[in-house]
């Protein structure tokens, strides 16, 4: 590797301590005055290059790429962009289309691997393929720089501890969303709540005695009465596949007092919950998925008893 990669490399490897996965537009512009110093200072002064394109005495001067940079997910490609700009031809292995820990790679892939002058990644088991390509390799492997890495003395991220924080700092602090119940079964994809960084201010509707009191017309339709309605209901529930929690864990530290979290696993897509009460109509609840690689199979819920 000459100079000049050696020089973007480390600039790289420092930049990558301080900055976080997800640039806005302002760490963008701090990032590439960052990489500005160093390219001018990697290049040749007989070769100086000017934000037009052009050579201080007017000539046509070339973009000087100074490698081939492949990661493994598209967030860490934008990182490397950020940072690099135009003198780095920046390549992502993995297809857009797959979950970036199931991804495995293609012969073009691990020719590719093996063709780049630098390959980023990201770390911390998102991509579990990784280690292996890089070991089979051996001495054509490229030089490879983990984006994301522990605190020092770590050896795991405890995701159940980030889970519970999360959740009891939004029980406390919001931003908290109002919801209305839907007092049917019917009527439950009127009411959708997204696992998302929000607590929830549910509500449920007040029961109306009145549809409950008429024993009479009940009587007086084809002998139909109030109990085989509740008989008929029950029997509809046992037809539901009914979730149970893995765990429960009550009054948990930085929680307001009588928030149950309830950790639940569950697949990705839509799901009833319906909520029983004969005191409470009103609680807060926060919906979030389990943190890490395989976060889309984990659903968790923290309630709040009010």
């Keep these: 590797m000459n100079n000049s990669r050696m020089a973007i490399l480390a600039s790289l490897l420092l930049i990558f301590s301080s900055v976080a996965g997800c640039l806005e537009d302002e760490s963008v512009e701090e990032v590439e005055d960052l990489i500005e110093d160093v390219i001018d200072d990697s290049m040749d002064e007989n070769n100086t290059i000017v934000e037009n394109g052009t050579t201080p005495d007017n000539g046509t001067a070339e973009v000087q790429i100074l490698g081939n940079v492949l990661t493994s997910t598209y967030h860490v490609e934008q990182l490397v962009s950020a940072v690099g700009g135009e003198h780095l031809n920046v390549q992502v292995i993995s297809p857009s289309n ?45 030089t490879a720089v983990q984006t994301h890495a522990m605190p020092s003395g770590e050896i795991t991220l405890d995701y159940g501890s980030i889970l519970i924080a999360d959740l009891c700092e939004h029980m406390s602090e919001g931003p908290f969303e109002a919801v209305m119940l839907a007092d049917e079964e019917g009527h439950a994809g009127d009411v959708e709540i997204h696992a998302e960084h929000v607590a929830h201010s549910l509500t449920i509707p007040e029961h109306d005695d009145d549809d409950q009191d008429g024993d009479d017309d009940h009587d007086g339709h084809d002998g139909h009465d109030g109990q085989d309605d509740h008989n008929d209901h029950a029997g509809h529930h046992e037809q539901h596949n009914h979730a149970t929690a893995e765990y429960a864990i009550e009054n948990a530290s930085g929680c307001p007092t009588g928030t149950v979290i309830m950790i639940f696993h569950l697949e990705e897509g839509e799901h009833v919950l319906e909520f029983e009460s004969e005191e409470m109509q009103e609680f807060n609840m926060v919906a979030l998925k389990m943190p890490g690689g395989h976060a889309h199979h984990h659903h968790d819920h923290g309630d709040h008893d009010g």
């Design 98 to 142: 797959v979950p970036v820990h199931d991804y495995e790679p293609t012969a073009a892939g691990k020719l590719a691997l093996m063709e780049t002058d630098l390959f980023f990644y990201h770390g911390l088991g998102l991509e579990p393929w990784v280690q292996l390509e890089l070991e089979q390799l051996g001495s054509d492997a490229p």
